[in-house]
């Protein structure tokens, strides 16, 4: 290819000629090593779920023979159950779950009458085409809670 084509090449595109294939490229390394260690993460999680379960195996707990027993005791065996998986692995899911997950509050509309006030302008006041907030704080009502009521006079 002669140089002027990739200067033209260039002054049309405003990049390398191979700048796509490198950033193909450099994503794709990005990624490989973001999987490997993600891979390691859940191989860590595997090992200590499955630690975990052979805790939790229940077991048939065994009696002495104290003469014959009843037909209906033959199938109830007393179980011995196992730990739970320890708050350490359930409060590491946790985290991971609720990383993204972001509180929205349930925000009403509020009308344009409601919000702004009208200003009445100039030396005889008829002007009126300036308007300012009139509520400057809007709260959600689940966020107000139980407010107490001033205008009750019976508490002390």
Avoid at 24 to 49: G, I
Avoid at 56 to 77: H, I, M, N, S, W
Wanted: glycine share 4%.
């Amino acid at each position: 290819m002669p140089k002027m084509s990739i200067l033209n090449y260039v002054k049309r595109h405003s990049c390398r000629l191979d700048y796509e294939e490198r950033l193909r490229k450099s994503k794709r390394r990005n990624h490989k090593l973001y999987k490997k260690k993600r891979y390691s993460e859940k191989v860590e999680m595997r090992k200590l779920l499955k630690q975990h379960e052979e805790k939790e195996q229940k077991g048939a707990q065994e009696r002495p023979d104290q003469g014959t027993v009843p037909a209906y005791f033959l199938d109830r065996q007393q179980q011995t159950t196992g730990t739970v998986l320890s708050n350490m692995i359930k409060q590491e899911r946790k985290e991971k779950a609720g990383k993204y997950q972001i509180l929205i509050p349930k925000v009403h509309a509020v009308s344009d009458v409601e919000a702004f006030k009208v200003a009445k302008t100039g030396k005889t006041r008829r002007k009126g085409w300036k308007e300012w907030p009139q509520n400057l704080l809007m709260l959600a009502n689940h966020s107000l809670g139980s407010l107490p009521n001033l205008n009750d006079a019976s508490d002390p």
